[in-house]
């Protein structure tokens, strides 16, 4: 996915109602508890895209989420203000494989409506995410059918 996709499926539900979408140097400058998907790969660099998540769930914790449980930038402890940050530590996308900003999309709205325990228990029983990012998204986010960008992500076509 790329910034329009992510955009665009933001635009066509409430789920997402907040949340923004950056390039890593920008993200410090959101006022604090913007909840924001942000490329890890600076915009000045070029191209290269992997989209992770800045938020808080539903109990008010600090979450950060990487599909590919890569380390914390420390731009995301300078965002947050704060070292005390929940880290999912499982990798949940297969290398080579381009659904980081779908699954993003998901942790963000499981996390948002249940919390971290519930995008936790998810996680854990399913090795990897991808496989069930569909069923998922067309079980609880039914008010995505009828946008053609969250059409694509439902049926994993992004």
């Known amino acids: 996915m790329d910034t329009n996709d992510i955009k665009n499926v933001i ?27 942000f490329n890890t790969i600076k915009c000045s ?6 989209w992770v998540l800045c938020c808080y769930d539903a109990d008010n914790n600090p ?5 590919f449980a890569q380390q914390t930038p420390e731009i ?7 070292k005390d940050i929940y880290t999912f530590t499982r990798q949940t996308q297969e ?3 381009f659904e980081c900003g779908q699954m993003c999309l998901y ?17 854990g029983k399913n090795k990897l995410l991808n496989t069930l990012t569909s069923k998922h998204f067309v079980n609880n986010l039914s008010q995505f059918k009828g946008n053609p960008v969250a059409v694509k992500l439902l049926k994993n076509d992004i």
Do not use: M
Request: aromatic residues 12%; positive net charge; hydrophobic residues 35%.
């Open 11 to 37: 635009a066509a539900s409430n789920v997402f109602k907040g949340l923004q979408v950056q390039c890593q140097e920008y993200i410090t400058r959101l006022p604090s508890g913007t909840p924001v998907i």
């Open 76 to 82: 995301v402890y300078r965002y947050f203000n704060s």
């Open 107 to 123: 942790a963000y709205a499981v996390l948002s409506q249940g919390g971290i325990s519930v995008l936790e228990d998810i996680l």
């Open 45 to 50: 660099q070029g191209n290269g895209k992997h």
């Open 63 to 67: 979450v950060y989420y990487d599909s």
């Open 95 to 97: 290398k080579g494989t």
